[in-house]
């Protein structure tokens, strides 16, 4: 895109091995006129110590009266592979976790549940 300059993000939880951020961006729009509206989707990362950034999940920004009728729908996105990935050897406790709560992992309050879960047990050590 050309863009050149400072990208913000929100520390959700820091671990020892991992970071996880978010950034929210315009959704784009189906239909006619401008390609941006006021839809937002978030999007959840995964930044190792070295810098190296993974997407985890993609989720659509709820805000009350400020979606546009003829915008596309975000479909909730969770990259479980990517969680197993920084998760390692603990991803077992972590999914038996995840069914004994019934988390929803594409929901993010649900996957936060999960990583303080996660950071618990980092913690434990």
């Known amino acids: 895109s050309g863009f050149v300059g400072a990208v913000l993000f929100e520390i959700i939880m820091e671990m020892n091995a991992f970071v996880v ?3 929210q961006y315009p959704a784009s729009r189906v239909g006619k006129g401008s390609s941006q509206n006021d839809n937002l989707l978030e999007r959840i990362y995964v930044v190792d110590h070295k810098g190296n950034v993974e997407l985890l999940s993609t989720l659509p920004v709820v805000r ?21 990935k920084f998760v390692g050897p603990k991803w077992k406790m972590v ?28 913690l434990a050590e």
């Open 95 to 122: 999914k038996a976790h995840v069914k004994e709560k019934r988390l929803q992992l594409k929901r993010k309050p649900d996957l936060i549940k999960a990583l303080e879960f996660y950071h618990k047990l980092e």
């Open 64 to 84: 009350r009266g400020k979606s546009k009728p003829d915008a596309r729908p975000v479909e909730p996105f969770l990259d479980q592979a990517v969680l197993k």
């Open 21 to 23: 951020v978010s950034r």
